[in-house]
């Protein structure tokens, strides 16, 4: 079993910055691939960004430019850091761990408002 605990949302103004983090702990048997997704209310969870065992990165065109998404293999832990938050980046966001089977995060919340 794998389990995932993100942190380090919260209430930021537009234009500001926050830092994601997901660590994961239990059966890791090799460098996973490792991805964040968001969840607005009302909407379909959506996909943000990966950084694959290799270490090859995509993100989503909305956030393209703005969010960089990195890990520390040591730690089993993988990050997104957020610049130039819009109101519409509001969301729940979640961490998924991808090892044969995938794992996901319980979410932490991102607000961007004035």
């Known amino acids: 079993q794998v389990h995932l605990v993100e942190s380090g949302g919260g209430l930021v103004q537009p234009g500001g910055s926050l830092r994601l983090s997901c660590a994961a702990s239990g059966s890791i048997t090799r460098i996973p691939a490792m991805a964040w997704y968001r969840q607005a209310p009302g909407k379909e969870r959506d996909f943000v960004a990966v950084?694959?065992?290799?270490?090859?990165?995509n993100y989503a065109d909305s956030v393209k430019g703005r969010f960089t998404i990195s890990r520390d293999n040591a730690k089993n832990t993988v990050y997104l850091q957020m610049n130039s938050l819009k109101p519409e980046d509001t969301a729940v966001y979640y961490c998924k761990l991808t090892q044969v089977f995938s794992y996901w995060g319980q979410g932490t919340q991102v607000t961007v408002s004035s």
């Open positions: 950084i694959t065992s290799g270490g090859s990165i």
